[in-house]
């Protein structure tokens, strides 16, 4: 069993910075990390996902040259930074893994997920 548990999460103002950590209490497979996001209200969607070694990365259009996704894995961490951030992108971020060796933007496909953490950008 993976457990994963998100940080970072806070009140931003519009135009400003944030970086989530996502950090797994073991990496037992080789597959993805992502990140998704769930507003009050909206299905949960997809926002970047990184593959175990850093080699493959994909973002939805909404956040493409906005935000990045990195991984260290002598900590068996994953980040998200988040630039440029707008009123639209409050939501609870949440962290999860899949062992699907491509990438899914589908939550389904991701078998462990992290409780989430709220992030509320201020215009």
């Known amino acids: 069993q993976v457990q994963l548990v998100e940080s970072g999460g806070r009140l931003v103002q519009a135009g400003g910075s944030l970086r989530l950590s996502c950090a797994a209490t073991?990496?037992?497979?080789?597959?993805?990390t992502g990140w998704f996001r769930q507003a009050p209200g909206k299905e949960r969607e997809f926002v970047a996902t990184?593959?175990?070694?850093?080699?493959?990365?994909a973002f939805a259009d909404s956040v493409k040259g906005r935000f990045t996704i990195s991984n260290d894995n002598a900590k068996n961490t994953v980040y998200l930074q988040m630039n440029s951030l707008k009123p639209e992108d409050t939501a609870v971020y949440y962290c999860?893994?899949?062992?699907?060796?491509?990438?899914?933007?589908?939550?389904?496909?991701?078998?462990?997920w992290g409780q989430g953490t709220q992030v509320t950008v201020s215009s």
């Open positions: 999860a893994a899949t062992p699907v060796l491509s990438i899914t933007r589908t939550p389904s496909r991701y078998a462990y």
């Open positions: 073991r990496r037992t497979f080789s597959g993805y």
């Open positions: 990184i593959s175990w070694d850093g080699a493959t990365k």
